[in-house]
């Protein structure tokens, strides 16, 4: 069974860093592609970053320079660290798996960013 579980969110100041990071279990997780999303209030769920099997990584333009996504397969665990943070990344930040047509979410983790 897939779960994710997500930790590292919190109040954080304008220019401040964070590092989310995102535990999981289930079979097959080497060669599944991670992702991170964030979901602001009152707007849909974006992609910030994902990760490949093979760690190539893709971003947000609205991230690019500022996140960068890791993984850890001996580990299971997906990161992703958060560099100059803005007010408007402000929101739920979920940690997603996908391999072939399976799909799953964790619950999500806070992060708000004050100004």
């Known amino acids: 069974q897939v779960q994710l579980v997500e930790s590292g969110g919190g109040l954080v100041q304008a220019g401040g860093s964070l590092r989310l990071s995102c535990a999981a279990s289930?079979?097959?997780?080497?060669?599944?592609?991670m992702a991170w999303y964030r979901q602001a209030p009152g707007k849909q769920r974006e992609v910030a970053a994902s990760i490949t099997r093979d760690g190539t990584a893709n971003y947000a333009e609205s991230v690019k320079g500022r996140f960068t996504i890791s993984r850890d397969n001996a580990r299971r665990m997906v990161y992703l660290q958060m560099n100059s943070l803005k007010p408007e990344d402000t929101g739920a930040y979920y940690c997603?798996?996908?391999?072939?047509?399976?799909?799953?979410w964790g619950q999500g983790t806070q992060v708000t960013v004050s100004s």
């Open positions: 997603n798996r996908k391999l072939n047509e399976a799909e799953y």
């Open positions: 289930g079979s097959f997780f080497s060669i599944a592609t």
